[in-house]
């Protein structure tokens, strides 16, 4: 049994994704206190707890959309504890939403492709007009990088220079692609709100990938899908992080797909991290039980181990 | 159906053709249209203002049907262009570019004018959009409203701007052809805007700012520049404005001309172009068809005597049965195209 | 000093029908989220209609507690029934569609109102504006130094029913079980009706208050400033709505402190600074109160949760 | 380069390049034929809807009125006449679109309108080069005849307004300290105001103050609370009558009794209604006054009266007057081309109109004297003449 | 043209409370319901399932009001109620806990509960139901006074199914109850499910865990592309290996 800050494979050295003792609190209540968690390539980790143990509020402070308390997020090595959302997505963290959150009045296809457009983007693009202000740059730049933004790349779609054309034919078949990974083909020019709340979930999942992530975050992947459908996502998703070399971290309340599926977990109950390891590991500890598996659990799924 | 990507919607055109193809096809049609025209001044005032409520309608349609974002002021950014292109064409007015025929001259100094206009119109298109990094929906709305009144009370107070008298004496020089040509370009832009990522972005902030900003999209950048570019065009409109109309006045630019502005895009259909330009077209028409349906009906007798008052509380009603009959616009969030084949051969079943 | 005293005087006396016009506005908006633009014309209309009870009643009986009575209940009803035919015909069709859709019907009923009462067929006005009669003979109610500061019996008045209508309207919107349902509604219409509430008739319901509430506005704006014409109600309408979002659109207190504070500024932009600049000051005030709190004084941005 | 130095080019004979200029040139497309041969159209212009609704209204009774005694009479050379009216909502852009149709569809052979002077601007601005005269009612502002031969005016004009009130002012009311609140959204009352202000203070008056309204509002008390601070003699009010009597009112309300002046914006029936007694006491300059027992004012009351339902206000008579001098010119010229009707219109001198004989000088305004009344109760009394 | 049913075992004879006939629902052009009949007994639990996009949801909405069906007949104890609206429906006894949970986020839980008694008047019984929810998720209690729309999803579903329960209905639909709960909590509610089934009320329910669903329901029905391809009771399809082979995935 490997302890937590042991892994036996070679790994870069600086872990893709870090949360370093972070905390969040939203008037009076500690939703997140002293989260740690780091994820390297080729991780598949899982995050579980009660509900409203504070993981979908890791995922959000880990990608942006809270600021952290106190502690500090690094993606990639760089500290991105005030970026914006898309700035820390395209250093390379994607996510997926517990409440889908798709497009819901454009097709699979563009939902995807408008994930994939990152790409097709300069530099000037990620100091953006937010990162102007939020970050203090001086006027001439910001000007400067205003105008950039503004002729830059909206010049190349007016006169359909052949690069541009190129890049979108690149954007659509990689969308294409994912939405094929995905087993969504069938689904490419349906408008995504008209999809079945099962395939909404897998469509995220590509609209995620389109953003070409290093670490994946999945916020119940699973949920609403029956248990034959659930199998098939296991298996999706390790071929996910195998394929595309992911760090893939998945909050799911179902067992069999978390334990089955991942390598380490981290339990969290009340915001606060009560156990972290491997599946075995984490089954038998008596503070997950009590707070979230229930003794029932042990009886039931006891002896699969 | 598929709401998106126009240059790959069009088949079978060489794709080294496409981004020159419709330039070479419209140069001709403006160039037509100019002279055709030259005798009928009813017909190319009308065009003009035709061309100006299509360039702005197409220019908000970019802030309020593709980003979502809801500016009902457009009507200011307008008056920015109008006023600023119509101040220096009167200090330019007496000169003209050696060695060009005047015409061409005066052609060149108005498009000159209308990039001043427009340009200054953008930089205020920038401050109302630096707000909306903060507001939604209706507050963001009421903040365009605010700043076009806004304007409209510094130029009712400059005494540069004529005050409540307007400017007159602006060359008239904006004829179809340059109308025409502008309508073009933000056509061009709204429509290749349309089929690239850029425009897939600001879709994706119509529809989930949150998800658009976790899926990389700069949704703050992005705002800001549709508000930029819909109010270059809308401060090109009022500047086109300014130089065919003979006089302009702060009463021209209220808030009344910005909700008509709204209703030429809803009733097209949020995100259409194509909707956006027919509904204005059908829309600045429609009082005019009134005029002649109620001029027809006989010019003697009490009623007829008030016939041309009876046209706006009728204009009132036709956009409430409108919006009842086509709730969606007229194209939903699809183009003409896309629309089109399946209004035409035959009417399929199961659509009532 | 006295100065100063009439300006305050002056400036909640028009906040205070600011914040009549508002609180319908505010109402109609919380269950509907839609701005009405229409209503301010609504408010004229309702105008026309005292008026034209206060004509039929004649100088005397006008004047008489029971002819005011019959004035205010004239208008408010025949609002109320017209905000229920517009709901019904204007909006109601329109409920699934997005948003956008009611504001232009919205805007064309609002052409078709104030076009149409400038026309003079029929029972039709006209454009001119009237003078409205004195239905409430104008007293000092009290008087300071040689008439240096008055303050009129309508003020009074106007000021104790507006405050009065916003605790009443504030009880029923969250103490009654029919607040508890348009709060409902007001959230998500679909959800509401499996609760077993019947959302139409609270829209309806709603609507008819708002628009009962715009003539009652409109009256006392017409006592006020003693005149009524087809377009007044572009105007107040307009500026209604801003004091609105000044206080959190939605919010019926926030209503009423952002009409008297705009009502309040603009008397003092026009009294001690330039009287051209009251509208821009008005709306920069609006800029900047929603920079600084971007729902309002009183509104809450929605809390979304990712 | 300056091409103004440039001698007369054929370039810069260009059409549009003069409208702009303003100046007296010829006009470059030939006068268009009216539409049926046995009726002459006239075209109107004005706002029958919006803000200034009400003086759009009246002036087109005044011209119908006109048109139809004009037909009983017989017609002009054997036609009938007809008018068509086409509102512009008071929108400079919607004028100038309408008198484009008037002109190019309707085919009109003249043109009258409109009451505001920014309408009225661009109105001519389209007919100047299409050659099609036009005679505005009641745009008193000095720039809408400027705009060239084809442009005249049967009232006077603003400078001559405000220094007649000035005048009357200074000297028969012997005040010297005088307020000002103007309408910050027409033409028409801040041009007066600037007359007016410089004139009193020319004569050795005091301008105490200048506040300003918007059209459309219905509160005043607070420009009026901070006239009442500086103590004027009497308030300078050159707006219009919607507002005016209101305004009365409300300075009545605030303590305040000094009488208020004004110009022919005050003119309506409603004024007396609006003001209530607040305004009686007040002074105003206008065209004509309804009271003048000349016979042919008193049949004009009686029939347009008859006809409408009120009494006719000054922009009812200068449209009356308007139409009256268009159909004579039709009358005397030998055919019905722009250039031909222009020309006779030009020439008109002590045409009797109802507001005062008609001269037109060579600017193409109309010389004449303007008439200052008082109001009275449910009416003004007229007071004195004052020639230019 | 409904598709030949399956049936797997004898259903236990039940007064009638819902019946469903052959009812088709279309959004725009597209059919999501080809006409799917099934019933609820008094006092009886019937389970739903079906893969993804088969139309569970359609047919509650279809059933509860939420849509107006365009074919079929609905009878709820006898009366028909096809195309009644929503709200005619509550007091008549259905109570119905939709997709999406439907709470509303910016009203206080508390708030949201008590819009579930809405048309109670019992205001005792109110409180004391009010009391047992809160027994059954301590932590709505805690709560009260939070957003709706800032609670955890899994609070969220709890506060759902918690309204649902105050309306005291007849006939309780509830659209995947289990959905981000749990495994404790998924327990908990199935528990008092049974419980409230238990006191008389019948409950038709979607879930996607079929296993648990089936376990508890007295009868169930196998949604296919908008047709019901199966029926039977809840053990009997739990042990046919047609849906243990596509639902439970074995
Ligand atoms: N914006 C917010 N404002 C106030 N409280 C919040 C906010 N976001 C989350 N919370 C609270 O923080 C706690 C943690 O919520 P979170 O969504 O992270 O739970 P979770 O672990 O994802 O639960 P679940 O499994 O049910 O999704 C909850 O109690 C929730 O009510
Ligand atoms: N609002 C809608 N507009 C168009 N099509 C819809 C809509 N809602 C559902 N559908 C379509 O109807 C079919 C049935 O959907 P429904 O939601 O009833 O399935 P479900 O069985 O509940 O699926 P899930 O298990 O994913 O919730 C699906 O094909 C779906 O795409
Ligand atoms: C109604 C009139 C007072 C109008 C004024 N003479 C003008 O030129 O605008
Ligand atoms: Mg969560
Ligand atoms: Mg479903």
């Known amino acids: 049994m490997s302890s937590p800050e042991l892994t036996p494979e070679q790994r870069a050295d600086a872990p893709l994704l870090k949360a370093d003792a972070v905390s969040i609190q939203f008037g009076g209540l500690k939703a997140l206190t002293d989260f740690n968690l780091s994820i390297h390539k080729g991780d598949l980790q899982g995050l579980i707890g009660p509900n409203g143990a504070g993981k979908t509020t890791a995922f959000n402070v880990l990608t942006g959309v809270y600021t952290p308390t106190s502690g500090n997020v690094f993606v990639c090595g760089e500290r991105v504890n005030k970026r914006k959302p898309h700035q820390i997505n395209r250093l390379g963290l994607a996510r997926t939403f517990q409440n889908i959150r798709l497009f819901r009045a454009l097709t699979a296809l563009d939902n995807v492709k408008v994930a994939c457009r990152a790409e097709a983007f300069g530099d000037a693009e990620a100091h953006g007009v937010a990162g102007a202000l939020t970050n203090g740059t001086p006027l001439p730049v910001f000007v400067s990088n205003l105008g950039a933004l503004v002729l830059a790349g909206w010049w190349k779609s007016l006169f359909l220079t052949p690069r541009f054309m190129a890049e979108e034919r690149r954007i659509t078949e990689r969308a294409e692609h994912l939405l094929e990974v995905m087993g969504l083909s069938h689904r490419r020019d349906e408008e995504a709100r008209n999809l079945p709340y099962g395939e909404q979930r897998r469509l995220e999942i590509a609209r995620a990938l389109g953003t070409q992530p290093k670490v994946l975050l999945l916020d119940e992947p699973a949920a609403g899908m029956n248990t034959r459908e659930k199998a098939d996502l296991m298996v999706l998703i390790r071929k996910l992080r195998d394929d595309f070399s992911l760090g893939i971290l998945v909050i799911e309340h179902d067992m069999k797909l978390v334990m089955g599926i991942c390598e380490k977990i981290t339990v969290l109950d009340h915001g606060e991290t009560i156990a972290r390891g491997a599946p075995e590991q984490v089954r038998s500890d008596r503070k997950v039980i009590e707070a979230y598996l229930g003794d029932n659990y042990l009886e039931t799924h006891g002896g699969a181990a | ?352 | 000093m006295s100065q100063l005293l009439q300006h305050l005087i002056n400036g909640l006396a028009s906040g205070t029908i600011y914040a009549l016009v508002a609180l319908g506005y505010t109402m109609v908006y919380g269950v509907l989220k839609l701005i009405n633009f229409a209503h301010g014309d609504v408010m004229m209309v309702g105008v026309y209609m005292g008026y034209a009870t206060a004509f039929a009643l004649g100088k005397q009986a006008q004047k008489s507690l029971l002819g005011v009575v019959l004035i205010f209940l004239v208008a408010m009803g025949g609002c109320a029934l017209l905000g229920f035919l517009i709901e019904r015909f204007a909006y109601r069709p329109l409920r699934e569609k997005p948003r956008l859709t009611a504001l232009i019907t919205a805007i064309g009923i609002s052409f078709a109102l104030s076009y149409g009462f400038q026309l003079d067929i029929g029972f039709l006005p006209g454009a001119a504006p009237r003078a409205f009669p004195e239905i409430i003979v104008p007293t000092e109610w009290l008087i300071i130094g040689d008439r240096d500061v008055v303050v009129w019996n309508w003020q009074v008045m106007s000021l104790l029913i507006a405050v009065g209508l916003m605790v009443g309207l504030q009880y029923l919107v969250f103490k009654t079980r029919f607040g508890r349902a348009m709060r409902a509604v007001s959230y998500d219409h679909r959800v509401a009706a499996l609760m077993g509430i019947p959302t139409d008739r609270v829209i309806a319901v709603t609507f008819m208050i708002g628009s009962a509430l715009a003539a009652g506005a409109g009256l006392l704006y017409a006592i006020k400033d003693t005149s009524v014409s087809p377009l007044m109600g572009l105007y107040v309408g307009l500026k209604a709505f801003v004091a609105a979002v000044i206080g959190g659109i939605g919010h019926v207190p926030g209503a009423v402190v952002g009409a008297l504070l705009l009502g309040l500024v603009e008397e003092f932009v026009v009294g001690y600074a330039a009287s051209t600049w009251r509208d821009a000051v008005a709306f920069g005030i609006l800029i900047i109160v929603l920079l600084a709190k971007p729902g309002g004084l009183f509104g809450r941005v929605a809390a979304e949760k990712v | 380069e300056k091409k103004t130095q440039q001698p007369a080019s054929p370039e810069t004979t260009d059409s549009s390049k003069q409208t702009a200029q303003g100046g007296s040139t010829a006009p470059a497309t030939p006068p268009a034929k009216p539409a049926a041969s046995d009726t002459l159209l006239l075209g109107v212009a004005t706002s029958l809807t919006g803000g200034q609704a009400t003086f759009g209204v009246s002036t087109r009774n005044g011209i119908q009125l006109a048109i139809k005694e004009a037909n009983e009479a017989g017609g002009v050379k054997g036609k009938k006449l007809e008018a068509r009216v086409y509102d512009d909502q008071g929108r400079p852009e919607e004028a100038a679109q309408a008198v484009t149709r008037l002109i190019d569809q309707d085919k009109v052979v003249l043109i009258l309108g409109d009451v505001a002077s920014s309408n009225s601007l661009a109105m001519a601005q389209k007919a100047q080069p299409a050659g099609v005269p036009m005679i505005t009612p009641s745009s008193t502002n000095p720039a809408v005849t400027e705009i060239g031969d084809y442009i005249f005016r049967v009232c006077f004009i603003d400078p001559f307004q405000g220094f007649v009130m000035a005048k009357f002012a200074r000297e028969n009311l012997k005040f010297s300290k005088v307020a000002v609140l103007q309408d910050n959204k027409s033409a028409y009352s801040i041009g007066l105001t600037d007359v007016f202000t410089r004139k009193f203070t020319e004569m050795g008056g005091k301008i105490t103050g200048v506040e300003s309204y918007s059209q459309g509002d219905t509160d005043y008390r607070a420009q009026l609370t901070a006239i009442k601070k500086t103590q004027p003699e009497a308030i300078y009010v050159p707006g219009y009558y919607s507002e005016v009597g209101v305004i009365a009112r409300q300075a009545r309300e605030l303590g305040l009794k000094v009488p208020m002046l004004g110009g022919d914006g005050w003119d309506s029936e409603k004024l007396y209604e609006l003001g209530g007694t607040a305004i009686q006491g007040s002074y105003f300059s206008n065209h004509y006054s309804p009271d003048n027992p000349d016979p042919r004012i008193q049949k004009f009351v009686a029939d347009y009266k008859a006809a409408y339902g009120s009494v006719p206000d000054a922009l009812a008579a200068l449209a009356y007057d308007a139409a009256n001098v268009a159909i004579d010119a039709l009358k005397k010229a030998p055919d019905t081309s722009g250039k031909s009707i222009r020309d006779v219109i030009a020439q008109t001198k002590n045409f009797p109109g109802i507001a005062g004989a008609i001269t037109l000088d060579e600017k193409r305004n109309a010389v004449k004297p303007a008439v200052v009344l008082k109001v009275g109760d449910g009416k003004a009394e007229y007071v004195t003449t004052v020639s230019p | 043209m409904s598709a030949q049913v399956k049936t797997l075992g004898e259903r236990d004879p039940r007064p009638p409370l819902l019946t469903v006939e052959d009812v088709k629902v279309h959004y725009g052009a597209i059919q999501a319901l080809k006409g799917v009949s099934l019933s609820v007994g008094k006092g009886e639990v019937v389970a739903l399932i079906g893969a993804n996009g088969a139309g569970k949801t359609s047919t509650l909405r279809a059933v509860s009001g939420m849509l107006k069906p365009s074919g079929g007949k609905i009878t709820l104890a006898g009366q028909n109620i096809t195309g009644m609206k929503a709200h005619q429906l509550v007091p008549k006894g259905m109570a119905h806990a939709p997709e999406g949970r439907g709470i509303f986020p910016n009203l206080t839980v508390q708030e949201n509960l008590d819009l579930g008694a809405y048309l109670r008047r019992d205001t005792e019984a109110i409180a004391a139901d009010q009391e047992k929810s809160f027994g059954l998720f301590p932590v709505l209690k805690e709560r009260r006074k939070q957003m709706a729309g800032t609670l955890s999803g899994g609070e969220q579903q709890m506060l759902a199914i918690a309204r649902a329960l105050l309306s005291r209905p007849q006939l309780l639909l509830l659209d995947e109850p289990s959905l981000g709960l749990a495994p404790q909590v998924t327990e908990t509610i199935f528990r008092t499910l049974r419980d409230v089934n238990a006191t008389g009320m019948s409950i038709l329910l979607v879930e996607q865990n079929a296993h648990l669903a089936l376990s508890m329901a007295h009868y169930g029905y196998v949604l296919e592309t908008g047709e019901v391809v199966m029926a039977g009771k809840g053990k009997a399809l739990l042990e046919s290996p047609e849906v243990r082979k596509a639902y439970l995935g074995e």
């Open chain 2, 1 to 352: 159906m598929e709401s998106s990507s126009a240059p790959a919607s069009v088949p079978g055109i060489p794709p080294a053709l496409r981004g020159v193809l419709p330039a070479l096809v419209a140069i001709p049609i403006l160039v037509l249209l100019e002279w055709g025209l030259a005798g009928a001044p009813f017909a190319t005032y009308l065009l003009s203002i035709m061309g100006v409520n299509v360039i702005l309608a197409v220019s908000l349609n970019i802030v309020n049907g593709m980003t979502g974002q809801f500016s009902i002021g457009h009507a200011g950014f307008m008056a920015v262009g109008a006023y600023i292109a119509g101040v220096v064409s009167l200090s330019l007015k007496e000169i003209a570019i050696s060695g060009l025929p005047v015409v061409v001259s005066d052609q060149v100094f108005l498009l000159l004018c209308l990039l001043v206009g427009g340009l200054a119109a953008a930089v205020c298109g920038f401050l109302v959009g630096l707000p909306s990094l903060r507001l939604r929906g209706d507050y963001l709305a009421i903040v365009t409203l605010g700043f076009g009144e806004i304007i409209r009370v510094v130029v009712q107070n400059t005494d540069a701007f004529g005050r409540a008298l307007g400017l007159s004496g602006i060359p008239q020089t904006a004829g179809l052809g340059m109308v025409g040509f502008w309508v073009f370009v933000v056509v061009l832009v709204a429509r290749r805007l349309a089929g690239s990522s850029h425009g897939r972005s600001l879709w994706a902030i119509r529809e989930d700012e949150v998800a658009a900003e976790a899926m990389g999209v700069d949704t703050t950048g992005y705002k800001v520049r549709a508000f930029v570019i819909s109010s270059f065009f809308a401060g090109v409109a009022g500047g086109l404005f300014a130089h065919f109309v003979p006089i302009i006045n702060p009463g021209s630019f209220t808030f009344v001309k910005s909700m008509e502005v709204v209703v030429m895009v809803v009733m097209g259909g949020l995100g259409s172009t194509t909707g956006a330009i027919v509904a204005a077209m059908f829309l600045t028409l429609l009082p005019e068809a009134l005029r002649s349906g109620f001029t027809a009906m006989g010019a003697e007798g009490s009623l007829a005597q008030k016939v041309d008052q009876i046209r706006m509380p009728v204009y009132g009603l036709m956009l409430v049965a409108l919006m009842l009959l086509r709730p969606q616009g007229l194209f939903g969030t699809k183009e003409l195209w896309e629309v089109l084949p399946r209004w035409l051969p035959r009417r399929r079943k199961g659509l009532a």
